[in-house]
């Protein structure tokens, strides 16, 4: 798009008003760029980009993905921006193009990699076309916004440039399909001896074949839709992928690339953490980074504290980890983890919707599509959920086979460490929104306290 001299007026008073920002103790990383759409639409458009362009985006996991991808890059000297402290949506990424730029609007880097929300691409991807784009998966989201997962393919397809080069999850038969004219390389993980053909979750979405709507013939299906199949009446059937994780440890996987092994460090063996893993491994090698210097890499690299954390005290754990209220499957992942976690285990459900609470009323038929009969496990010695829809949560788990001795649910969310019961677990999960990560953090230094004197007082 031309650049008009109002376009650099709206560029010099953005990046005025984010210096401003800075000086003020703000991060500035939504405002700048929200300004300057407002005042030009057009304004990501007519912005100039820097010589390669990656985008991340999918339901769940791109967080993930893009930290993991961006820390290797930094490891390994890559002269780079990303979005990793700021908006993934239009207003976020308009920010980043301001903040990477002089005062003409010319990038001060050369390569950029933007975590996309799925339903921003409509206001970035015509304006702003990558090089290469990684779609980790496609999933129910949350009612408000994507609760239909074929709505969010339609979406994407209608958004993504033709031609783009795709890093796509071959074990998911939505995201396989994505954009199926342009040149794509897959990532999966091979069946697994825990892996069985039936789902285990409430949430299948992938009931019948995406193409024809044929009968599918699982090989496995590992949880919900992912897993691999054939149709038998037209014969689509899950891609042959590039990039397979073959053998899983608690530490490491390999992965054959091309015909060659390989090993990678884990941060965590769950399923969705080696899918997040794998996935950063393909999109880098296709960036054409070598598989032994990206293994060196994500050898000192860790899942985002914001996502997952672990904090011990004297042989027991305070487990923050993110859970995404109004997202059922995001919440089933966390809740089998708890389950599958060694050990006796209390959990402090924080899954109140943080926007709904402040200003309206929260739809909580989300958690009839989640997988709460997890936490109805012999493991789980206490669950314990706080906040305005404690009601649900308790009604909910009580559907699920929770015996009501196991349950405490209260109002409000400070007294929740409070009512720990001493002694019992060995570890503590704290799950959480997106948005009450604060709140997710203060109560963990609170559970930790709590391991520490229980800890002394035994001592004595």
Known sequence: MKRTPYFYLVLFVSKLVRFLLLKLGRNATNFPGELAIWLCRSFIGRMPKPEKVV???????????????????????????????????????????????DWRGRPTKKLAVFELDERSSNLILPYMRPDIMLCTNIFRDSYKRN??????????????????????????????ELKPGNPRAYFSIARQPSDGEGSRNIVQDVPACPRCGGELKWDFRRYHHIGRAACKDCGFSSPKAGYTAVGLTETDMEVDIGGESFRFPLANSAYINVYNSLAAVALLCELGLEPGKIAGALGSVGISATRYME????????????????????????????????????????????????????????????????????????????????WDVYLRLLLAGVPAERIDHMPGTGGAAEVLRPGEPDSVFILYDVYTIRLAEDTQRLVVERLKKEAAKNAD
Not at 70 to 95: H, I, K, M, P, W
Not at 147 to 171: C, Q, R, S, T, W
Not at 381 to 388: R, Y
Request: hydrophobic share 40%; aromatic share 10%.
């Open 147 to 176: 609760a239909h997962p074929e709505f969010i393919l339609d979406f994407l397809n209608k958004y993504i440039p033709d031609g783009v080069p795709m890093v796509l999850n071959a074990d998911d038969m939505m995201c396989s």
């Open 55 to 101: 985008c991340i985006t999918g339901t769940n996991g791109k967080t993930t993905v893009a930290n993991l991808v961006e820390d290797v890059l930094e490891r390994t000297g890559a002269d780079f921006y990303c979005n990793r402290n700021g908006s993934n949506v239009y207003s976020g990424v308009a920010s980043l193009l301001i903040s990477n730029s």
């Open 311 to 390: 904090e011990e005290v004297n042989g027991r754990k305070a487990i923050l980890h993110l859970a995404k209220g109004q997202n059922p499957v995001a919440c089933s992942r966390a809740f089998q983890n708890i389950r599958d976690y060694p050990g006796k285990k209390a959990v402090i459900l924080f899954l109140d919707d943080f926007f709904d609470a402040q200003h309206t009323v929260e739809n909580v038929s989300w958690l009839y599509d989640a997988d709460f009969e997890f936490l109805a496990d012999g493991s789980v010695v206490q669950l314990i959920a706080a906040g305005a829809r404690h």
